[in-house]
């Protein structure tokens, strides 16, 4: 088992956390077969395990709901106050030890913003740990005295128990590019969508979308908003750097930053424009226990 541990430059802001008024399922995901896939010519996109990667990006509704079990405190500045102005979502109420939050008025679908890597890390442990007061510093992530330890996928991905983290770039990439039905062979796609030519999508508008809305312009395996929306994190670290990639609504993004070729390392800051969303991994061998018990009950 190959694990990484990196001290990272913390560029966290400001206050607070958020909500989500009744209880929220886990993130929707899709699942990315053809396990052993080659990489792209950039380098990108081979990755030799199964795995389900977020439909869409993380919404208000469920960092919201996040915050809420997590962040009644928030030591670790998981909220930030910008996000119950322009572009956010997100209010927070109440004192230090009881913090509370909820959702602005028709903001429950758009992705969350101002948050950081490490926030992302944190929900993705949250998650691993089901949810409600469950543990952010420990799951897929270990994040202690300023540092953080990565997770090997391929470990995760062949674990009995399900596991959330933030995408690889592999995994982020294979799920935007790559089509195993491409005709010709399986291959990839310059952009997040089949065919040639950028897709419909929220680029350059100055403001987030509901997750979902282009609903003619999926992924080969279904998922939405990787080109578009929100710039996204990735698990890739260089440096005091994190990955980033996908192209945003702000002003002045153009269809070059959706293009697979594309990729930046940025430090870890809340702007109104970076989000993220997850993959879940593991429990294989729960799931086929399932299917063998539904098997002897037909028998």
Known sequence: MTKKSISLGLLLVVTAASH??????????????SPGNAADGTGYGAVPYEYAIGKFEVTNEEYCQFLNGAAKSDPHQLYDSRMSGNYGGIFQSGD????TYTISYGMGKMPVNFVTWESGARYANWLSNGGGSGDT??????LKFGRVT???????????????????????????????SKSGGAGYWSYAVKGGS?????????????????KSSPSPWGTFDQNGNMWEYNE???????GLRGGSFF???????????????????KWPNYGFRVVALGKAKESKEKEEEKDETKE
């Open 20 to 33: 989500a008024a009744s209880p929220v399922p886990p993130p929707a995901t899709v699942k990315v077969g």
């Open 96 to 99: 230090s030890g009881s913090y």
């Open 137 to 142: 510093e420990q799951g897929a992530y270990t």
């Open 150 to 180: 990565l997770p090997d996928h391929a470990d995760l991905a062949a674990g009995d128990t399900l596991k959330w983290a933030i995408p690889t770039e592999n995994e982020w990439y294979k799920a935007a590019y790559f089509d195993p």
């Open 198 to 214: 950028a897709p419909e999508c929220n680029l350059s508008s100055d403001g987030p979308t509901e997750v979902g809305s282009y």
């Open 236 to 242: 890739t670290m260089s440096g005091d750097k994190v």
């Open 251 to 269: 002003l002045n993004d153009h269809a070059g930053y959706l293009l697979a070729g594309t990729r930046y390392d940025v430090y870890s800051a």
